[in-house]
Nanobody
Framework: QRQLVESGGGLVQPGGSLRLSCAAS????????IGWFRQAPGKEREGISC????????KYADSVKGRFTISRDNAKNTVYLQMNSLKPEDTAVYYC??????????????????WGQGTQVTVSS
């Protein structure tokens, strides 16, 4: 059974940092592009970042560009999202998703194919 599990969320003050992890079980992430999405209460889900299977290509939403960094360690079957300079508006449930493609297709920000259960990130003083 294919599963993705996010971890690393929590409460952090504005300006702080967190690193989220997305670990896979039941399949290897090596062949798949992986995306990070988030959903705040009352808002639509937002695709924020994507990384190709090779790790050589990344995409970011304007809302996180320059603050968040996506990376992957295929040997550990894990993808990461380093989040710096966090703002209260970054508060959301964060999800990782695997795509059926190995690249970040043009509509990567709209939908993934296999989802994790999400991890809560709260940015507040």
């Amino acid at each position: 059974q294919r599963q993705l599990v996010e971890s690393g969320g929590g409460l952090v003050q504005p300006g702080g940092s967190l690193r989220l992890s997305c670990a896979a079980s039941g399949f290897t992430l090596n062949y798949y592009a992986i995306g990070w999405f988030r959903q705040a209460p009352g808002k639509e889900r937002e695709g924020i970042s994507c990384i190709s299977a090779s790790g050589n290509y990344t995409k970011y939403a304007d809302s996180v560009k320059g603050r968040f960094t996506i990376s992957r360690d295929n040997a550990k079957n894990t993808v990461y999202l380093q989040m710096n300079s966090l703002k209260p508006e970054d508060t959301a449930v964060y999800y990782c998703a695997a795509y059926i493609y190995s690249i970040c297709v043009s509509v990567w920000y709209r939908e993934g194919d296999y989802w994790g259960q999400g991890t809560q990130v709260t940015v507040s003083s």
